[in-house]
């Protein structure tokens, strides 16, 4: 997934970098540091884009206000929360098309941006990404997302919408 927001600050960063001679300054450690928390801002948006379009599958607007005020409060991005917090609570299926389409070196790009934009933020320990792995990452980071997006809306899933279980006895 090419996401133009994250795309545009990457070249920005770039032109400024090289415009004012500031590589290998702290000046670039600062402008990773942003990258790695503007990345995970639009990644929590996409996710919540994606899982919001799925529920409004159901046409049930008080559900869909629902997810998406609970996505505001308990949405965490490392992949083994989207499988447990998202993914698991639409069924089986979904955690199944997600694994499958997961490519572990994108899982480890996209990890990576998590657990240093954590480390970013909270000043909880080094932060071990520079801006070059992050530009040169950031597409292999999305398929990620690619792959969250393709699980919720696989014509499996979808096609079990048509008829649900009476879970009410």
């Known amino acids: 997934m090419r996401l133009s927001d994250i795309d545009y600050a990457i070249e920005v960063c770039r032109k400024h ?27 929590e948006s996409e996710i919540k884009r994606f899982v919001i379009e799925r529920a409004m599958h159901s046409k049930d607007q008080y559900l869909v206000s629902y997810i998406a005020s609970t996505l505001d409060r308990r949405l965490r991005l490392k992949i083994a929360d989207l499988k447990e917090d998202i993914l698991s609570k639409f069924g089986p299926e979904q955690t199944e098309a997600f694994n499958a389409a997961l490519d572990p070196d ?26 070059e792995d992050i530009s040169r990452t950031a597409s292999q980071s999305g398929r990620v997302l690619d792959a969250l997006e393709a699980a919720l809306n696989s014509p499996t899933v979808l096609r079990g919408l048509v008829k649900l279980p009476n879970i009410f006895g």
């Open 17 to 43: 970098l090289d415009s004012t001679n500031t590589r290998n300054t702290d000046v670039e450690d600062f402008l990773a540091r942003f990258l790695l928390v503007h990345m995970c801002r639009v990644y």
């Open 106 to 131: 994108d899982v480890n790009y996209y990890s990576n941006i998590i657990v240093n934009r954590h480390a970013a933020a909270h000043d909880s320990g080094p932060v071990t990404i520079t801006f």
